[in-house]
């Protein structure tokens, strides 16, 4: 999936969230290619915090704008065709997962 915006102002954005956990946890999650694609881990990563705020409700509606204003899904369109609990299994995944996200979010048809 790729950056709907240049990534400084996807950086910016994420910024915005006010929960300390998350901004601090950005430059460790939050992986972008410099073609502006977002590796899936990120998105899982976005969101999980767009999903709980980790219960924070402002974090967790920030969250959610922010995943709006800055990728091609909605955070409605993921939530509907993800589970959380892959999501949060997923999101630090040390192997590609990639075509697996795409397979799931129905950016790739199934081969």
Known sequence: MHLIVPA???IKQLLSIPHN???KAIDHHWKVGHDGKVH???VLWLFCWAKTGMNS???RLASVRVLN???PKSFADLDAVLDHAYARESRYSSHDIEEELDLKIGTMLPV
Do not use: M, R, V
Request: aromatic share 0%; net charge negative; hydrophobic share 35%.
């Open 69 to 71: 204003n800055i990728l």
């Open 21 to 23: 956990t998350c901004t």
């Open 8 to 10: 400084d102002e996807a």
């Open 57 to 59: 409700e402002p974090a």
């Open 40 to 42: 899936a881990q990120s």
